[in-house]
């Protein structure tokens, strides 16, 4: 039995795609960090708007104990908020005189005191804006 050779001995070259990984992290390397700060700056603002939520039940909680000062529910809701947020805080306070009426505790937190501005290059810009929580108990 003969075998016939192919005429397909010579071989085809191609040239070698230098740089081509380069252009690709050009393109891919902008969306993900894009995506990377994304996910940073909304995790953090996400904790800092439990944060601010808790610090407000807490000073509500406060606030519905009987003879209670409304300059202490705002201490004690500033420290719920821990030592860097409780410098940017606003916190009032709406007490109430007779038992059965209602308190209310509003905390306000700018965001960039809550998390790092990073997505302003992406046209998502915190500053301007702020985390509110507001609760309202009845006074015991």
């Not at 000073?59 to 860097?84: C, K, M, N, Q, W």
């Given at each position: 039995?003969?075998?016939?050779?192919?005429?397909?001995?010579?071989?085809?070259?191609?040239?070698?795609?230098?740089?081509?990984?380069?252009?690709?992290?050009?393109?891919?390397?902008?969306?993900?960090?894009?995506?990377?700060?994304?996910?940073?700056?909304?995790?953090?603002?996400?904790?800092a708007r439990?944060?601010?939520?808790?610090?407000?039940?807490?000073?509500?909680?406060?606030?519905?104990?009987?003879?209670?000062?409304?300059?202490?529910?705002?201490?004690?809701?500033?420290?719920?908020?821990?030592?860097?947020?409780?410098?940017?805080?606003?916190?009032?306070?709406?007490?109430?005189?007779?038992?059965?009426?209602?308190?209310?505790?509003?905390?306000?937190?700018?965001?960039?005191?809550?998390?790092?501005?990073?997505?302003?290059?992406?046209?998502?810009?915190?500053?301007?804006?702020?985390?509110i929580a507001?609760?309202?108990?009845?006074?015991?």
């Amino acid at each position: 039995m003969q075998t016939q050779k192919l005429n397909s001995t010579r071989r085809v070259r191609r040239r070698p795609l230098r740089g081509i990984l380069s252009a690709e992290l050009i393109l891919a390397l902008p969306v993900l960090l894009m995506v990377g700060a994304m996910m940073f700056e909304i995790g953090m603002l996400l904790h800092a708007r439990g944060v601010v939520v808790d610090a407000a039940r807490n000073g509500a909680r406060h606030a519905s104990y009987v003879d209670i000062e409304p300059e202490s529910v705002r201490e004690h809701t500033l420290r719920s908020l821990g030592p860097f947020m409780s410098r940017f805080a606003d916190v009032s306070v709406r007490s109430a005189e007779r038992t059965g009426d209602p308190v209310e505790v509003v905390v306000r937190v700018p965001m960039q005191a809550a998390a790092p501005n990073l997505l302003w290059p992406f046209g998502f810009d915190l500053r301007g804006r702020e985390l509110i929580a507001a609760t309202k108990m009845t006074k015991e």
